[in-house]
């Protein structure tokens, strides 16, 4: 079917952690977005070499607590998982080599996961199933199946070390505020290297950008409350969308304004959270100055357990509120479910114009309870890990540090939460809105072309498709991975 695009908003397909540009020419104190950005040294993180560090040795003996791990471990192999999950995931047929190393995996892990939530518990059991998964794998080696076993294997040791405390992830590093934990220019390289290579980052960026520009198009203030602004970078296309759109008011002033962590837990954790944001925000600051845009920053601190108070808000009568919550990869997921839900909540009360939010399709939920939920999770980050591996298909070294900012983290969360009966286990935030009055607004036509568009410049196992009149769908395959959506208090589109 031809599309028209007459209607849709600009925005700069060609990566926006590189300069920016407009129709005019500027001086040489033009503000460049690539100035902070990094420059990823692929030399480096590609090569022939790797001096990645061996398997992860194991954790106990073999004869530790008195238990034979071989002799169990083989009996917990041969018995193997009656569970159309393993069916769905590895093929019967696929019997040799590595797709029968990773079949066995996917027993052990079940295994594990039963072993620490079943009819059966027994930490002991799970102890020694993790023992033998931490010998057969490794988060910097080995196929998908098999570094993706590495990062279930360490969230699990989590759970079971800390009996499912809520930080509580093994190994230290990776924790659910992992991006504390890293080094920032691991972090900011990681990031690059994500949205350059797979379209994670851009499609729900865009797509909310899309929706905020329809939604503001004839109003002279807009105020955006972000929830995760991290570096800032969704809004470095929206900025130069609203300077140079063609049609309306002059460019009308945008505020920001950025929630940053609590001051509570110790560590820290909190200011470091307000100088980053500060940071964010004297770059867009620049940005905006640069290219002429009126713009104004702030931030909102949550309260010390996370949580998000209305009040808090500095709102100005005239301007068109917008409440932007992005909750796909890369955003961390160090915030708690209950965080989130208190800042839609808020939000409800405030009347925003619009509501943008970006989730990750973890998979169906029901009565399957850990051991089931778990499964949807290891489904769900396979074809993540599938979809990255397209993306960096000679490139092992970058997709190692993708996966060891990111995904080894959020797995480690996200196991986390559904041990403790979170958000994972109780279906989408866009139907939790729905549930306390929010309507959806309906995805336009050049949102949904600029969709396609934007996933024609990755691999075509990409798949974009509209469910529910409001909610676009990116996919793996055949396996949906993240969700973009729009809400509104009240009917302002019509």
């Not at 990062?151 to 924790?175: C, V, W």
């Not at 929010?438 to 949904?448: L, P």
Request: aromatic letters at 8%; glycine letters at 10%.
């Amino acid at each position: 079917m031809d599309m028209s695009l007459d209607d849709t908003v600009d925005l700069d397909f060609s990566g926006y952690s590189t300069t920016t540009t407009t129709a005019t020419d500027r001086d040489d104190s033009y503000c460049k977005w690539d100035d902070w950005s990094p420059v990823v040294d692929w030399n480096t993180l590609s090569g022939d070499h790797d001096d990645f560090r061996d398997l992860i040795e194991s954790m106990m003996d073999d004869d530790s607590h008195g238990v034979n791990i071989n002799s169990t471990v083989r009996d917990v192999e041969e018995e193997g998982c009656n569970s159309a999950s393993t069916d769905t995931m590895v093929s019967d047929e696929e019997n040799n080599g590595s797709d029968f190393k990773g079949l066995r995996l996917i027993h052990l892990l079940m295994a594990a996961a039963e072993a620490l939530t079943g009819v059966n518990k027994s930490r002991d059991l799970a102890r020694v199933i993790l023992v033998r998964l931490k010998e057969l794998v490794s988060p910097t080696d080995g196929t998908n199946m098999e570094r993706l076993a590495a990062y279930f294997t360490d969230a699990l040791q989590g759970l079971l070390e800390g009996a499912g405390a809520k930080h509580m992830i093994s190994n230290g590093p990776h924790r659910d505020d992992h991006h504390h934990h890293h080094h920032q220019s691991d972090v900011l390289a990681a990031f690059q290297l994500l949205q350059d290579m797979s379209p994670f980052v851009k499609f729900g960026h865009f797509t909310a950008n899309q929706a905020i520009l329809e939604a503001v198009s004839k109003e002279r203030r807009i105020h955006i409350v972000d929830y995760d602004i991290m570096e800032g970078i969704q809004w470095a296309s929206l900025i130069q969308a609203l300077v140079s759109r063609k049609d309306g008011p002059p460019a009308p002033h945008l505020r920001i304004t950025a929630l940053s962590r609590g001051g509570g837990g110790g560590g820290g954790g909190g200011r470091r959270s307000i100088g980053t944001v500060q940071e964010t925000g004297r770059r867009l600051t620049a940005f905006a100055a640069s290219i002429g845009q009126p713009f104004s920053f702030h931030q909102c601190r949550l309260d010390s357990d996370e949580t998000f108070r209305p009040t808090a808000l500095k709102l100005v009568r005239g301007e068109a509120l917008i409440i932007n919550c992005m909750l796909h990869l890369p955003h961390f997921s160090y915030r708690a479910p209950d965080s989130v839900a208190s800042f839609l909540s808020g939000a409800k009360t405030l009347k925003p114009k619009a509501v943008t939010l970006v989730e990750e399709e973890v998979g169906p939920t029901g009565d399957g309870g850990f051991v089931g939920r778990f499964m949807d999770s290891l489904h769900h980050y396979s074809a993540v890990y599938d979809s990255l591996e397209a993306g960096f298909p000679m490139q092992g070294r970058a997709r190692a540090l993708v996966e060891r900012v990111f995904l080894g983290p959020r797995i480690s969360a996200t196991l986390g939460r559904i041990y403790r009966g979170g958000q994972e286990g109780g279906g989408r935030w866009g139907e939790w809105l729905e549930r306390v009055g929010f309507k959806g607004v309906g995805i336009s036509f050049a949102n949904h072309c600029q969709a396609k568009l934007l996933l024609g410049l990755f691999n075509d196992g990409y798949r974009v498709e509209e469910l529910a009149n409001n909610r676009l769908v990116l996919g793996w395959k055949s396996r949906p991975l993240l969700s973009a959506s729009v809400w509104s208090d009240s009917d302002f589109f019509n």
